[in-house]
């Protein structure tokens, strides 16, 4: 059988499209590059956005013209949130409520011997993780807590065996999730305990924490955030959604405000020589003024983030924010990402060229046909002189800034 995979959206999606890739290789069967090539399709899918679900559509539009005999199986949160809405787009024969592999298995007509395989070598340098799905929280603007249901933990032993299978390939592996920061509540563990688990079964890996919420990082994660670098890279990426209070409480993020999400990243950061902190910003959420953009904008100027992704509020069907009344004018919106992605923009230039002459653990990445970078543990992106190193490899390296043009760009000096 001859299988095509397209995902989009997050890194939990890409994992779970990894352990299908697993599936059909288990199976006997082949994953190819184009659906003219397939006998079947599968496309993960993302509800976050509008823009994610137009995505989907385009792509089942795009399998259709170049394979209109092909049948396509959909999974993931789109077709968890709507699935007759799915079911009845160009080619689709399945729609899969987020990741089920027994349901996947049969969807593809895998035999059920290849249900539970799990990849040992996935297709990018660095391996994913998924330790946990699902969310218990509801925030208001949020589709996938809808679409993945309550959260799900696996296991600390099933993690630490997958991950001993992926250090034969991969020198960094990213922990992801839906809800990485609250792992282990639903099984009597915690995010700490699995990390330090992790980190004495795979001594050689660096592992990553992918999206972890600021305030849900106890005392044992940071201690090992800022003193273990070589094993759990000094990074985080820390949703604030916003930096003002009362917009947090709309949004139905209860468990932080500003003041505490400042503190945690704080003391995050003053302990660890090098960090590299990110966050998600929405603007235009409903009823966000002039004075709630202004905190968040102060707030950001205020925290030592290395990078930023800014966000336009995207109204989803079934979200609590709907009811919450009409975000600002879209060229308002406009003016305050614009804002903000400057500001991210000043703010990673900065980060970038006070690395210049420091230290740096690189990881070699890149598409295997394309050119190679190194990823540092402050999660930096970094130029390598030629000839590059093999892909997925790990090196010590000294890092110049060049700033010729004002752009901040780091090249690696390897260490011999
Ligand atoms: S914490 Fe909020 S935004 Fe994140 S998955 Fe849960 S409900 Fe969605």
């Not at 994953?31 to 823009?51: G, I, R, W, Y």
């Not at 660096?206 to 094993?231: C, H, K, Y």
């Not at 947090?248 to 003041?259: D, I, K, Q």
């Amino acid at each position: 059988m001859r299988v095509h995979l397209a995902t989009i959206g997050c890194r939990a999606n890409q994992y779970d499209t990894e352990t299908v890739a697993a599936m059909v290789a288990a199976a006997g069967g082949t994953v190819v590059e184009t659906p003219h090539d397939a006998d079947v399709a599968l496309v993960n899918s993302c509800a976050v956005t509008a823009e994610a679900e137009a995505d989907l559509r385009r792509q089942l539009r795009r399998i259709a013209r170049v394979a209109p005999t092909v049948r396509t199986v959909v999974m993931g949160c789109a077709s968890a949130r709507d699935p007759d809405g799915v079911r009845a787009l160009p080619t689709v024969s399945h729609a899969i409520a987020g990741f089920d592999a027994t349901a996947v298995g049969e969807a593809l007509a895998l035999p059920p011997e290849a249900w539970s395989a799990a990849a040992t070598r996935q297709g990018g340098a660095r391996a994913l993780l998924r330790v946990q799905d699902g969310c218990d929280e509801h925030c208001t603007f949020c589709a996938t807590t809808l679409a993945r249901g309550a959260q799900r933990s696996r296991p600390v032993d099933a993690l630490c065996d997958e991950a001993e299978r992926l250090a034969d390939a991969h020198p960094e592996i990213v922990l992801t999730g839906i809800h990485v920061g609250t792992y282990g509540r639903d099984i009597g563990s915690s995010l700490s305990a699995l990390v330090l688990a992790l980190m004495a079964r795979v001594p050689a890996v660096r592992f990553r924490l992918a999206s972890v919420e600021a305030t849900e990082v106890d005392d044992a994660l940071a201690e090992l955030l800022a003193g273990a670098p070589r094993q759990l890279a000094p990074s985080l990426h820390a949703p604030l959604q916003s930096g003002s209070d009362a917009v947090l409480r709309r949004m139905g993020r209860h468990w932080y405000t500003a003041a505490s999400y400042a503190r945690a990243v704080e003391r995050l950061v003053r302990r660890a020589p090098v960090f590299g902190l990110g966050a998600d910003v929405i603007v235009g959420f409903p009823g966000e003024t002039d004075a709630d953009f202004a905190a968040t904008e102060a707030l950001v100027r205020a925290l030592p983030f290395t990078a930023l992704h800014v966000f336009p509020y995207s109204p989803r069907p079934g979200t609590a924010a709907l009811r919450l009344g009409d975000p600002p004018a879209a060229a308002v919106v406009a003016v305050r990402r614009e804002a903000l992605r400057a500001l991210a923009e000043e703010k990673a230039a900065r980060h970038r060229r006070s690395r210049d002459g420091g230290a740096a653990d690189l990881v070699i990445v890149g598409r295997p046909d394309g050119d190679r970078t190194g990823l540092s543990e402050d999660y930096l992106s970094v130029r390598l002189a030629a000839p590059a190193p093999p892909r997925a490899t790990r090196h010590r390296a000294t890092l110049a800034c060049h700033d010729d043009d004002g752009r901040a760009t780091l090249v690696a000096r390897l260490a011999p």
